[in-house]
């Protein structure tokens, strides 16, 4: 009975993926589509940039208990903050002993 359940099995999936291909072959998507009408997206400029950042440990502990106070989630606590600083243009001061 197993062996019957996986030959179905097996079957559709060849059978889905070959009307598939005899669906993709030679066609276009411009061919279906008209895009002559379309409009940029308005939130691309909003859209977010990963980066990869290393940041202190105990400088993350405090986002995440501050976000947990918040009840936000801390990656998005720390963006917020450092959008903050950059519209007020917030500037560090540093000072070397």
Known sequence: MLERVKQ??????????????RHMKGIDMRDHY???????????KKLKKQVTIR???DTVAY???????????????????LRDCAQSHKDLKIEWL
């Open 8 to 21: 179905f099995a097996s079957s559709r999936r060849v059978r889905r993926t070959s009307e598939n291909e």
């Open 34 to 44: 008209d895009f002559s009408h379309s409009i940029q997206n308005p939130y691309a």
């Open 55 to 57: 940041l202190d440990e």
């Open 63 to 81: 986002f995440k208990k501050l976000a947990e106070e918040k009840d936000l989630p801390y990656q998005s606590l720390i963006n917020l903050y």
